[in-house]
């Protein structure tokens, strides 16, 4: 089974920006698309985005696009979300995903992996 760990989260200030990082584990990370979610207390968790094999296609949720921007380094199994102008109701624990499924998956039972989240609070 393959392994995912976020990193990158923190407090920072409506307007502020914030990269996060995911590692993966396994042998065959190329081969997967990669995606973000995110979870606010007392709500259900989101797509946000994801992002092709080869990093040739981007599907974002209405509400971070122009904002956010994924990314991926296959050489480096990591997947990246850059986030920018960020506001309060981006407040969240984001979690990245693997998905085995087709183009775009934006749904959660479309992933198979899941990491254990990182915790962006925006103040403001």
């Known amino acids: 089974q393959v392994q995912l760990v976020e990193s990158g989260g923190g407090l920072v200030q409506a307007g502020g920006s914030l990269r996060l990082s995911c590692a993966a584990s396994g042998r065959t990370f190329s081969s997967y698309i990669m995606g973000w979610f995110r979870q606010a207390p007392g709500k259900e968790r989101e797509f946000v985005a994801c992002?092709?094999?080869?990093?040739?296609?981007?599907y974002y949720a209405d509400s971070v696009k122009g904002r956010f921007t994924i990314s991926r380094d296959n050489a480096k199994n990591t997947v990246y979300l850059q986030m920018n102008s960020l506001k309060p109701e981006d407040t969240a624990v984001y979690y990245c995903?693997?998905?085995?499924?087709?183009?775009?998956?934006?749904?959660?039972?479309?992933?198979?992996?899941w990491g254990q989240g990182t915790q962006v609070t925006v103040s403001s």
């Open positions: 995903a693997r998905s085995w499924s087709n183009w775009p998956p934006h749904a959660g039972t479309e992933y198979d992996s």
């Open positions: 992002i092709s094999r080869n990093s040739g296609r981007t």
